[in-house]
């Protein structure tokens, strides 16, 4: 097995969760904060045209793999529902913001995750790569929980253009790690955006299924996880003791 030198987290439901509330909360001060910049919209459609013009952009994300974002969302529904406001206006920026501050009051710390990281940090470099529509946003949930300390290089799709499964995206992670791709190691929970991502661009992907083994409701996504398990290949932890064995057991820190 060949020498680990870096290892690459996933956020989501990877290194913390989010209750699932958060995102009906972040919807109803989505629509505050329209009223009160003068867009008369009521709730109930317009999370309905929102919902919808998420699934239409996400559609072309899966195909393209091109991050989108949360501007275009809320401006293609209003459009719908015959307010005729362009995506880079001040208020829509504003909504974005007010939407966001909803997930850091639900977003938690996985128990022992910061632990694990402390442990790791001064034998391996490590790295964050997130895939999320608003890059401010996501730093801000890094930071505010405390977990930005731990990361070398930090990468969020929507500064990146592209979205994981796209080898973009991990090619940027390997760039900035320094290293050889085969010499990084990267664990996050979707089968599909971090396992075969990771695979497809070279890294040796690492299975988290904590979230799904101690039934947490998984942070709401825009794409929720895929239902395809990773094959009996790939390499599964159920929590941070499973991860660190799997680095201690030589398996991974020897060269053969
Ligand atoms: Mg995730």
Redesign the pocket.
Known sequence: MRHIKAIGF?????LITMKPAALQDALRRLTSTLKENGVAVEHGPFVKAHGEAVLAFLEKTKQDGKESHNRFWISSALTKLGHSVAPDEPHISMAVETYFSAFIQYARVIPGTKEMLSTLRGRYRLGLL??FTHPPAAKNIISQLGLAPFFEVVLISGDLGYRKPHPLVFQELIKQLGVREDQILYV???PE??VAGAMQAGLQPVWTTYVRDNHISP?P?MLG?TEVDPGPEVVRISNWKDLLSLLDGNRYTEDL
């Open positions: 996933d956020l989501f439901n990877t997130s895939n996050g929970d979707d955006a971090d942070a996504g996880p």
